[in-house]
């Protein structure tokens, strides 16, 4: 029995060796495998970033316009949808219906309504449109565009342009375009390719204020319009770039240099019918932009001022409350401006 005994104690502890044995193997092995498959881990060369595919660019409008939709070169940027917008940017009485004549772009949706203008100008304009949009994203963030819908009204002759704006209750005897905030339609009289791109352009842009930024003061919404006219219609020009209507053929500006207090404070004339002191205004928000578009402080000026702006599309900023948020933004703008004025318009006249 004893003998019995020790054999089965014998028995149990060489079980037990063997099994402690087993599990040290095992998690011996284990611990192996783990290293050697994070050696393998480590050795795989890092995952290639996803590539975003780029939407390729149409040819030129003017070498193969034919049966091609108008589109958007660029794609930088997408719009929001128009539901996404405020009141004050959309018009009470909008004119614009969607339909197979409109034109789309990444950023609009425009009724071009005129008799026997070219596909070739209408490539143009949407491209230059898209190009001062990109524009407005640099200055606003993407997060605050959107869709603009436009309808273009070109006009043969003047007696149908007057005729058109009398029923909408505008009249000029010397205007060849305006925006009706109420119809969201730019009005031009046709008067060339030329001419008439460069008012389109100019219309748009007061549109686009409308959709993305509300209300505006009038120096900032002609300011831009006049700055983009010319621009945009020559990519080639800088930010000095002779413009005839406001400069002789010298270069030297025609009217009264106006400091930033005596532009803020013209609001009201805006509004008024003096076409020499609406001449004035026009030139000096020209000549403002100009020279705030050409550096990058400008720039920074300018955003500051319209992302301020956009936040309450249904009313302006009043002039002390502008004047305070551009020093506050650049301290020494009024100076930095009369140092550009003398370097780009050395011979400014006294009136």
């Not at 509300?214 to 831009?224: D, K």
């Not at 009264?256 to 205004?281: M, T």
């Amino acid at each position: 029995m004893t003998s019995r005994r020790l054999t089965l104690f014998i028995l149990l502890i060489a079980g037990f060796g063997f099994l402690r044995w087993s599990y040290g193997v095992f998690w011996r092995n284990n611990e192996e495998l783990g290293a050697i498959v994070k050696q393998l881990q480590n050795s795989l060369p890092a995952a290639s970033p996803v590539k975003t595919i780029q939407k390729k660019p149409l040819s030129s409008p003017e070498s193969n316009s034919q049966n091609k939709p108008l589109t958007s070169k660029r794609s930088i940027t997408h719009s929001k949808p128009l539901s996404t917008i405020n009141a004050c940017n959309t018009p009470p009485n909008e004119e614009f219906r969607h339909n197979s004549s409109t034109i789309i772009s990444d950023h609009f949706l425009i009724n071009i309504n005129a008799q026997g203008l070219s596909d070739s100008f209408k490539h143009r304009l949407i491209k230059k449109l898209d190009v001062i949009f990109e524009t407005y994203a640099e200055l606003i963030d993407a997060e605050n565009l959107r869709t603009v819908r436009l309808n273009i009204n070109i006009f043969k002759d003047k007696q149908s342009f007057n005729q058109y704006i009398q029923k909408n209750g505008h009249y000029s005897s010397t205007i060849t375009g305006v925006y009706f905030h109420h119809t969201g339609s730019a009005n031009i009289i046709y008067r060339g390719e030329k001419q008439t791109m460069q008012t389109a352009l100019h219309e748009s842009v007061h549109a686009i204020n409308h959709a993305l930024i509300g209300r505006t003061p009038g120096w900032l919404n002609e300011g831009m319009a006049e700055y983009f006219e010319h621009t945009a219609s020559d990519p080639g020009a800088d930010s000095a770039a002779v413009v005839s209507d406001w400069t002789d053929h010298k270069g030297n500006f025609r009217y009264k240099q106006f400091d930033l207090p005596i532009l803020l404070s013209h609001e009201d004339y805006w509004y008024q019918d003096a076409d020499e002191d609406n001449r004035k205004l026009y030139a000096n928000s020209w000549l403002w932009i100009n020279y705030l578009m050409g550096s990058d402080a400008g720039v920074n000026v300018l955003s500051s001022v319209l992302k301020q702006e956009l936040q309450d599309p249904c009313s302006i900023l009043d002039k002390d409350a502008m004047y305070e948020l551009i020093l506050d933004t650049s301290p020494y703008i009024e100076s930095d401006y009369l140092y550009w004025l003398d370097e780009h318009y050395p011979m400014l006249n006294s009136e």
